[in-house]
T-cell receptor, first 113, second 112 residues
């Protein structure tokens, strides 16, 4: 596609449920990032995929968070047993070459009730 | 903690005035980038400056980088209402994890 696509754009879930957030990066982009942004705050780094290298998971806040990137393309961020503090906008971005200009998706607004 | 810290946190000016935002960072960088966020969702890349560069221009934007002071500034000249947004700097470290880390941002409001 023409840009980074994220789905769903909005997700409302109940506390304790699992959620999956999807990111389709720009074709050919080898680097893919997930960030989290709470209302009025900056971007919190979550995880970074670069080509076939092991992902940098240093930003994942707990073991309830996991992410995978299949075939070097689509990525899924999974949050298990969601908590109210997980409510935020989850942003995905991709780039090529790595760490140059990032292209962002429109994000997924997650609300945990 | 965040690598980049923007200053001020919020800035309100009149249309037509210039807006200056600053970014300070802690460790040596490969490059520094500025992004704009209009609606609390996706960010848009504005400009990238490398560690061996001191100044770059793009339209009404001017970015400077002082590696000795570990700081950068973003100047928007002749501001317009459409420039109202949050502006973030992001850095890539020379050593260690090669990932892009963002600051907390400056909220810029242009008053008509």
């Amino acid at each position: 596609g023409a840009g980074v696509s994220q789905s769903p754009s909005n997700k409302v879930t109940e506390k304790g449920k699992d959620v999956e957030l999807r990111c389709d990066p720009i074709s050919g982009h080898t680097a893919l990032y997930w960030y989290r942004q709470s209302l009025g705050q900056g971007l919190e780094f979550l995880i970074y995929f670069q080509g076939n290298s092991a992902p940098d998971k240093s930003g994942l806040p707990s073991d309830r968070f996991s992410a995978e990137r299949t075939g070097g393309s689509v990525s899924t961020l999974t949050i298990q047993r969601t908590q109210q503090e997980d409510s935020a906008v989850y942003l995905c971005a991709s780039s090529f070459p790595q760490n140059e200009k990032l292209f962002f998706g429109s994000g997924t607004q997650l609300s945990v009730l | 903690s965040q690598q980049g810290e923007e200053d001020p946190q919020a800035l309100s000016i009149q249309e037509g005035e210039n807006a200056t935002m600053n970014c300070s960072y802690k460790t040596s960088i490969n490059n520094l980038q500025w992004y704009r966020q209009n609606s609390g969702r996706g960010l848009v890349h504005l400009i990238l400056i490398r560690s061996n560069e001191r100044e770059k221009h793009s339209g009404r934007l001017r970015v400077t980088l002082d590696t000795s002071k570990k700081s950068s500034s973003l100047l928007i000249t002749a501001s317009r209402a459409a420039d109202t947004a949050s502006y973030f700097c992001a850095t890539v470290l020379i050593q260690g994890a090669q990932k892009l880390v963002f600051g907390q941002g400056t909220r810029l409001t242009i008053n008509p």
